[in-house]
């Protein structure tokens, strides 16, 4: 990383908002975007040869794992649906059960 980004990361120095966008842009959005588009580009080539998008868990194509990006649009959509119905979203991480109900805290 060159000075300037370094420069760019220390709190408390003044920056111009400008600046740090395009920063965040480059080396935090830029990242995640391509891997997205990585992952879109590969489920799509999934269903172009299967006909659906349906993939096994652990199925990967052209080293991608779509079989991941499944479950993890699965998850979206329940948390989706949750919100939408105005219920807690709760997290399923950690390996909480699928579908259990939101427990009070």
Partial sequence: MSERARELL???TPR???ELARFVRL???APREDAFNDGLTAAKAWAEVHG???????AMWNDYPVGNMRDAARLAD???ARREAGTPAGS???GAHRGAAPTAG
């Fill in 52 to 58: 659906h998008f349906l993939p096994p868990a652990t």
């Fill in 78 to 80: 329940r948390i989706a």
């Fill in 92 to 94: 399923e991480a950690g």
């Fill in 16 to 18: 111009d908002p400008a």
């Fill in 27 to 29: 080396w935090v959005w």
């Fill in 10 to 12: 220390k709190f408390f």
